[in-house]
Structures are given as structure tokens and as C-alpha cells.
């Protein structure tokens, strides 16, 4: 019988992974009303007649069998509940396809267990995969936000070392402007203990309140190439405002009068009318202190 059906079904061989017909499932069940402890055990029920030594089946047959038994023997007990004997086959054959529904031995074949071996080879190898692709995708995820968190970290620390190298920049700028004015400074004999502030008080002790000075340089910066800067200290240049010119003129008689002053020059006066305020700008040629 079992040749025929696999020759009926030889088409599909290389899918089937297992097979199994009614009474054979009775091999997942027998234990459960057989007393394991004897060596034989017979179940004889409808038309089959089942014989199992140990945990084999020596004998199976399906014929028509006059059952001799009582009305309590036609029902199996298990787990408390009476079984049918006209259903025992089906209950059998559902135990074994929800407990083990690809487990089950079922019927031996040779190819058909070979089938079945591939199939649960192939069906662990996916399974082992799937972990593998979810523990890589995993590592990925976690490795791409690191990579994220110290990238922004170092995009962040190259903006601070460029701001921070702008600023070193501008301070080695400025140091350097720094000696390069202190240099002329020292070049121009400006170093030590100065008179400016002296000369500053000269100038303005007699300024008459109608002036205003806007500018004051007692060493101004002179250069005869455009280029190179020197303080010329034998001239002082002065800017500032008045409203007429009669009180510039009284001032400048003040200047001249003053021992260390050797000439006043007017170098410009500009006054729109008597009412604005007039502005001007004179130079003092120094003598000897």
C-alpha cells in the first residue's frame, strides 16, 4: 500500500519531508494505554490490530475482527477521559500532529527521512542566518551611531581647533605689532622718562575757553618715502575749533611767548560765518628745552 502511494506521488519526492497514514499514528500514542513495563502490548480496535514489543511494532494487520470485550473495554483511558475506540486513530493521529507534527517518524523511508533530514538542516541553517543578519544589522546600527557621536565630536573639536588657530593668529599679529611699535618707540628715544606730559601742560595752560582742541600730537608720525614711519620731535601738531579767529590769535601770541617754542605756523582755518564754530590746525616747531 505504502509503495503505491509513494509511486502516485514520485513527482513530488524531492518535497516530501515526512508521511504518515491513520494507524500509524498510533505510535506516538501507545504508550499512553499499554503498560510499558511488559515486554508486548496489543491494541486491537475496528479493523486494525496493532502488536508492539517494547517500543517497536512486530505486527500490524487490518482486517474484520469480531472484538470480544466488554462494554467498559470499548474505550481507552487517558489522562481520565475515556477515548472511543472508534475514535482512538484520529485522537492519535491529532496528538501527534500538534506535539510533533514534524518530528514524528511516521513511516520509515529511506529517501523520505533523507528529505526530512535536508529540510531540518535547511530550516536550522535559516534560522542560524536570520540570527546572524539580526546580530549584524544590530552591530551596524550601533556602529553607525557611534560613528555619528565622534564624528559630530570631531567635526566639532576641528571648528574649535580653526576658531582657536584664528585667534592664535590674531594674537601673534597684534604681539608682533606690538614690538614693531615698541621698536620705533625705543628708535625715536621715547623709552625712557619722556617730557610729553610737560609739554601737554604748556600748551594748555593758557587755552582760552572759546578754544577747543580736538587733536594734540607731540610726536607726530612723519615718513619721506611713504614707507618707513619715524616721530618727528621737533614738531607738534595741533587741531581744534574756536568761534572767531581773534581768540586764536590770542592763544597763538600765548604759544609763542612760551621760551621752547621757536615758530607758530597756521597750516589751516576754515570759519563759514561769525555765528559757526571756525576749525584750524597749527604747527609748532620745537627749540631747545
Known sequence: MLESILTGLIFLMQSIIGISVGPCSVFDTYKLVC????????????????????SELSDFKIGQYQLKTTSAETNFIIANERIAQQAF????????????????????YPEIQKNNSEFQFQKLSKAIAMIAMATLLFLLIISSAIFSFYNS????????????SAKWEKYNIQEKRLQEQQELIKRNGLMGQSNLSFLSDQLTYNLPDDIYLRKLSLCPLSSADGRDFLFDNDRILIEG???????????ISNLQSIAWIKKVNINEYKQSSSDDLG????????GQL
Open 241 to 251: 575749533n574756536c568761534y572767531s579767529s581773534n581768540d586764536l590769535n590770542k592763544w
Open 89 to 108: 486513530i484520529a485522537f492519535s493521529y491529532g496528538i501527534s500532529y500538534f506535539i510533533q507534527p514534524l518530528a514524528s517518524p511516521g513511516i520509515p
Open 35 to 54: 503498560n510499558t513495563d511488559n515486554s508486548e502490548c496489543n491494541l486491537q480496535f475496528d479493523n486494525y490490530y496493532f502488536l508492539f514489543n517494547g
Open 279 to 286: 576749525s584750524f590746525k597749527i604747527e609748532l616747531i620745537k
Open 153 to 164: 565630536k570631531c567635526e566639532t573639536l576641528e571648528q574649535q581647533i580653526a576658531l582657536n
